[in-house]
């Protein structure tokens, strides 16, 4: 499921270029964010992450060359919910830039277990029904910053929107093969709660957040019996 959403972040509508030094820089806390706002921003927009892949995004420790970044950026986007636990300081240094939560409108989904119960579960955007707000938030964060691209980032979010609908009707139609006792999605990380809410599963994990990852004898057996079951 993880590399089907992924693969339609390489699908940017290109309108109308322009050249690196003539584009707004727009800053995103991570890499999906980056391939989210380069869908919408076409060629009008210069996007960049402020972490790298595979980087663990909740304790991210940023650094002297994240910070010189932000001197170009017109924007920060970034997830919200916690997520980002280190972007109030590195706001702090990076002086009076605008910032946008993409998870804004969201309702959020709380964590059940462990240090992080009760806090908002973050990983909105592994759901396509969710990524969708995440691209309407986008879409408007970038008028703001650039008023006379209003078409353009309009036309490209519905563009990518539709390929994200696509995939919604895809994943509903294949997990509707699936017997409802079987629906049971297994991860090492509770990151998949919005998908499994919005495309009927239940949920099972090792941990909740990644950056509490402790694979504890109880867990991996209560995992393992629900398994079972």
């Known amino acids: 499921l993880v590399l089907n959403i992924l693969s339609l972040t390489g699908c940017v509508n290109k309108n109308t270029y322009r050249p690196s030094s003539e584009r707004p820089f727009v800053l995103t806390t991570f890499t999906i964010l980056a391939d989210l706002a380069r869908n919408v921003a076409g060629d009008r927009l210069e996007v960049e992450s402020i972490t790298k892949p595979g980087a663990e995004i909740h304790s991210y420790q940023f650094t002297p060359s994240d910070i010189v970044k932000t001197k170009r950026a017109k924007l920060i986007l970034e997830n919200g919910l916690g997520l980002e636990a280190w972007i109030s300081k590195f706001i702090m240094s990076a002086g009076d830039i605008p910032k946008v939560k993409l998870t804004d409108g969201i309702k959020p989904l709380l964590i059940k277990e462990d240090v992080y119960a009760g806090k908002p579960n973050p990983h909105a955007w592994m759901s396509p029904k969710r990524a969708m707000n995440y691209v309407d938030n986008i879409v408007d964060a970038f008028i703001k910053i650039d008023p006379d691209g209003a078409l353009e980032y309009s036309s490209n979010a519905s ?48 941990w909740p957040v990644n950056s509490e990852s402790q694979v504890t004898p109880r867990r991996m057996v209560n995992l393992i019996n629900t398994i079972k079951e």
């Open 159 to 206: 563009t990518y929107k539709a390929k994200l609908e696509l995939l919604d009707k895809e994943l509903r139609d294949s997990l509707s093969l699936i017997p409802k006792e079987r629906k049971f999605l297994v991860t090492c990380e509770g990151a998949f709660t919005y998908l499994a809410k919005d495309y009927g599963m239940e949920e099972g994990y090792l």
